[in-house]
């Protein structure tokens, strides 16, 4: 069993950065693949980035944004950059011991942080 709590979330005029951290529990980091979903308003949930020995990442946020791990201390890290407000949503982390799976459909949830980018 993994536990995730995410932090960080925050109003942010757009063009701001912020970083997201997912602080993991339960489970020894470097066995799962990480990674961030966010859901906006009315939308459904979306891939945002993944991590295991390599990064992905959804084309939206390519360049802008960057996840990283710390497994010494068990925490993932999303770092965002350029933000816009089409960024606005609830960020959640996400752990699988797949890969694929993390970037579709994770076993493990966080329960969510809110970013709200103001234009």
């Known amino acids: 069993q993994v536990q995730l709590v995410e932090s960080g979330g925050r109003l942010v005029q757009a063009g701001g950065s912020l970083r997201l951290s997912c602080a993991a529990s339960?489970?020894?980091?470097?066995?799962?693949?990480m990674g961030w979903f966010r859901q906006a308003p009315g939308k459904e949930r979306e891939f945002v980035a993944a991590?295991?020995?390599?990064?992905y990442y959804a084309d939206s946020v390519k360049g802008r944004f960057t996840i990283s791990r710390d497994n010494a201390k068990n925490t993932v890290y999303l770092q965002m950059n350029s933000l816009k407000p089409e960024d606005t949503a609830v960020y959640y982390c996400?752990?699988?011991?797949?890969?694929?799976?993390?970037?579709?459909?994770?076993?493990?949830w966080g329960q969510g942080t809110q970013v709200t980018v103001s234009s």
């Open positions: 339960g489970r020894t980091l470097s066995t799962y693949a």
């Open positions: 991590i295991n020995w390599s990064t």
């Open positions: 996400t752990a699988d011991t797949s890969l694929w799976m993390v970037q579709t459909t994770p076993r493990y």
